[in-house]
Structure formats: structure tokens, C-alpha cells
Nanobody, 122 residues
Framework: QVQLVESGGGSVDAGGSLRLSCAASGSIFSINAMGWYRQAPGKQRELVAR???????DYADSVKGRFTISRDNAKNTVYLQMNSLKPEDTAVYYC????????????????WGQGTQVTVSS
């Protein structure tokens, strides 16, 4: 069993910053990609940013230049530094990880965190 626990959400004025953290724990053999998705009310969940084990990153166009994803492999933790926040960034942010567990090292499974609310006021 693998758990993802997020922290760092909250409320901020437009132009402000927040840092999200997500720690993976449990029976982890290896983690390939880790990332962040978000879902605003009435909208589909969308990719915000992700980082794979080799360090390559991918960002949604809407956050490029404002958000930075990073990863601490030793701690199985992924971070999302969000700067110059806009009201349209308001959403529930979900951590996501592609994990091989010790119970079955042949196949990876996608795990999700419980979500953390980010609210940006204009």
C-alpha cells in the first residue's frame, strides 16, 4: 500500500506565492513520475506539472514561467512552487505518483493524494 500526503495549500492574494509538498510513503520499490494536477469547480482535472525520475519536467502552458516542480528522490517527495498566482489558479490540487510497490515490482500503479485547496483572491 502506498499513500500520498499533500500539504501547503491555502488562500493567497493574486500575485502571491504558495509551495505545495507531497510525500509518498508505504511499500515503495520505485517511483517513476510524480506530478501535480488540479481541478477547478465545474472543470475537468488537468495536469499542472510533472517530473520523471531522470529529472525531466513538463508543465501546462498556463503555468510555465510561474510554477516550478521539483523532487527529492531520497524523501519520495515532490514540491510545487507557485509564484505570481492568479485567481484562475484557484482549484483543488492533487498529487500523483506512478509507483512500483514491493508487493508487485513488475507493474507500476498510479496513486493520488487526497487533494489540497488553493484559493487565489483578486
Amino acid at each position: 500500500q502506498v499513500q500520498l500526503v499533500e500539504s501547503g495549500g491555502g488562500s493567497v492574494d493574486a500575485g502571491g506565492s504558495l509551495r505545495l509538498s507531497c510525500a509518498a510513503s508505504g511499500s515503495i520499490f520505485s517511483i517513476n513520475a510524480m506530478g501535480w494536477y488540479r481541478q477547478a469547480p465545474g472543470k475537468q482535472r488537468e495536469l499542472v506539472a510533472r517530473v520523471i525520475s531522470g529529472g525531466s519536467t513538463d508543465y501546462a502552458d498556463s503555468v510555465k514561467g510561474r510554477f516550478t516542480i521539483s523532487r527529492d528522490n531520497a524523501k519520495n517527495t515532490v514540491y510545487l512552487q507557485m509564484n505570481s498566482l492568479k485567481p484562475e489558479d484557484t482549484a483543488v490540487y492533487y498529487c500523483n505518483a506512478d509507483v512500483k510497490s514491493y508487493t508487485d515490482t513488475r507493474f507500476a500503479r498510479v496513486y493520488w493524494g487526497q487533494g489540497t485547496q488553493v484559493t487565489v483572491s483578486s
